[in-house]
């Protein structure tokens, strides 16, 4: 059986946690500034509160769930996921529950990875719009000698606030990661069983 192995691609996972913003935040800003201002917004968090998170991490779930949650558009995102024919063939409370599981499971990895790279660095190299949807292409550093890699948020706007329905890191597609990782296990041994796997996860 092939699982979510989230872990190995938690370097990708990174630029989501620089975005982060409340939904009235967001619907006043350009998807640029969103990016750039939220960053700041979270790091200093990070930075403030950094030892206090190291002790008890789980304090900083909360945090990350209200930054990113708003600005992360996750019923494309499941769906994407999923495909449209299990789309199709779910209940809308069997996808409610899977993409509740699959947010908490990305929260605590998002958490101890942002906790990790609290010193990452993030500018703005260009950004465009096309057929409505806006690509800003930034540069990533992530300190420890570690060398900065290109990221491009695919953003949306959706009820008149910018939200993001992909993310591009290095050439490797991040919803499209999950739906390779993700669906030969749901399809293997069935949706209930995944979220299942995944609400159990969330919970140690």
Known sequence: MRK??????FTYLI????????????????????????????????????????????IFYGRVDNIISPIIDFDSVVRRILGKKNYKNTT???RNRFKIALKNQLIR??????????????????????????????????GAGKPA?????????????YKIVEVVANGLRLVKSLRKSLLPEIEETGIESVINRLESESKT
């Open 4 to 9: 979510f192995k989230i872990q190995k691609i």
């Open 15 to 58: 630029p989501l946690l620089l975005v982060g913003a409340s939904c009235a935040y967001a619907a006043k800003l350009s998807p640029e500034d969103v990016i750039l201002s939220a960053a700041g917004n979270l790091f200093s968090d990070v930075e403030k509160n950094k030892k206090l998170y190291e002790e008890d991490i789980t």
């Open 92 to 94: 809308e409370d069997i």
């Open 109 to 142: 990895i998002y958490a101890k990875t942002i906790v990790e790279y609290s010193s990452s660095k993030i500018k703005i190299i260009s950004s465009s719009e096309t057929k409505g949807f806006y690509l800003v292409k930034t540069e990533l550093s992530i």
């Open 149 to 161: 890699f290109q990221v491009i948020y695919v953003m949306k706007s959706v009820d008149e606030k």
